[in-house]
């Protein structure tokens, strides 16, 4: 073994960077999913992100994915609870209690004759009228 060989063996299969940056320098980044390949994109510059790196900054940003639920969730809840009667309601009172039109009785809208909101109290209710278009 005093001998050096004569063919040099390479070792550069495989190099290592250290001094790269990261591919995806998206400050918010919306990652997606192949499963196919088992890869996690960056959904807005397109780099393939390290899924471990993906994991991670979900985990920092949990409140901020918690807020965003929970705004949706409120959402949803007043989606569910829209009545557009209950808005017209609301904007009579309105008007009624705390408009300038307070301390004032309403008029019909065919006539032009002032009420009492209590004569609505005691009128029959009837299936409202569609629109002329609507059934043309």
Known sequence: ???????IIRFDVARVEFGKRKMCQC???HYEI???NRLVYCGDCGA???PFEAITQIA???QRIERITSDMLEQRRQIDNYKPR???IKKLEQYY???ENAGLEPTCPHCGASFNLKDLLSVCWVQAQ???TENA
């Not at 073994?1 to 063919?7: A, F, I, R, T, Y």
């Open 130 to 132: 569609k629109e002329a």
């Open 34 to 36: 192949d499963y196919q």
């Open 86 to 88: 209950r808005v017209v």
């Open 48 to 50: 393939i992100v390290d």
């Open 1 to 7: 073994m005093n001998e050096l060989p004569k063919e």
């Open 27 to 29: 400050n918010k980044p």
């Open 97 to 99: 209690i705390h408009g």
């Open 60 to 62: 920092r940003h949990y």
